[in-house]
């Protein structure tokens, strides 16, 4: 390993400075990113790894107690700005000049009329994800394939809850799908809020002891991809009727 000997005038103790290559190592970081990867690279819902890196944030900063990660700096400070106005029930807030917190538009005061910036903004891995999908997404049949599936999966959700009972409705397109505890038909919120909460979130607690993860809200649109195969539709469809006959 190549190192250099420095010596500092201040504290006339020497030191070792390695070079940046051999300090960090990148090889070790693209593995464990690539053993990630193979497991999804976004759920819109927290992970593990979360907290990994959260104890790992709170143990270096003593001064800092609890993390939230989001998507990015902008975000951040939005949040924190929220927080803040909650906490203190103060509205202004300073904005030095010259200093950029983001892009949403109480920190562009004196930025100019517009501005779009961001940390993780267009970053290769995502853009690499989108790119690569969109042009599996263009092979003949994946549309036809999503609607199959996901008209299957909430016909098949619907007649389960009918046959203990309930009152259940729902729609799909394409790959993206909901239903709600009620009568319905739903066509806009009026309608939605006619569903039933309590029982939609016995339903979704059940469902994830069973295995199934759905969106935990019932607001929340669901979605199926072409990683879904029909013996996973049938096996949710499975799930579904036995946790509809418990509640
Ligand atoms: C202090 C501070 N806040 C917010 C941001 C905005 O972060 P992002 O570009 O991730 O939105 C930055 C980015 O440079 C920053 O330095």
Known sequence: MRMAVSFDEKTKKTFT?????????????????????????????????????AEMVISAVPSIEMVCFVNSGTEACMSVLRLARAYT???????????????????????????????????????????????????????????????????????????????????YIRGMFGFFSTEGP??????????????????YWKMLEDGVYFAPSQFEAGFTSL????????STIAAAERVFWQI
Do not use: W
């Open 89 to 171: 029930g103060k509205k202004k807030i300073i904005k030095f000049e010259g200093c950029y917190h983001g892009h949403a538009d109480p920190f562009l005061v004196k930025a100019g009329p517009m501005y779009q910036a961001g940390t993780l903004s267009g970053n290769p891995l995502a853009m690499t994800a989108g790119i690569h999908t969109l042009k599996q997404m263009k092979e003949p049949g994946t549309y036809e394939y999503l609607n199959k599936i996901t008209g299957e999966l909430v016909q098949g959700i619907i007649d389960a809850g009918k046959r203990a009972g309930h009152s259940i409705c729902g729609g």
């Open 227 to 234: 990683a879904h195969t029909p013996e996973d539709i049938q």
């Open 17 to 53: 400075i390695r070079k940046s290559e051999e300090a960090f190592n990148a090889a070790k970081v693209l593995a464990a990113l690539a053993e990630t990867m193979k497991k999804g690279t976004s759920f819109g819902a927290p992970c593990l790894l979360e907290i990994v890196l």
């Open 186 to 203: 739903v066509y806009n919120f009026a309608d939605a809020k006619k569903s039933d909460a309590t029982k939609f979130a016995k339903f």
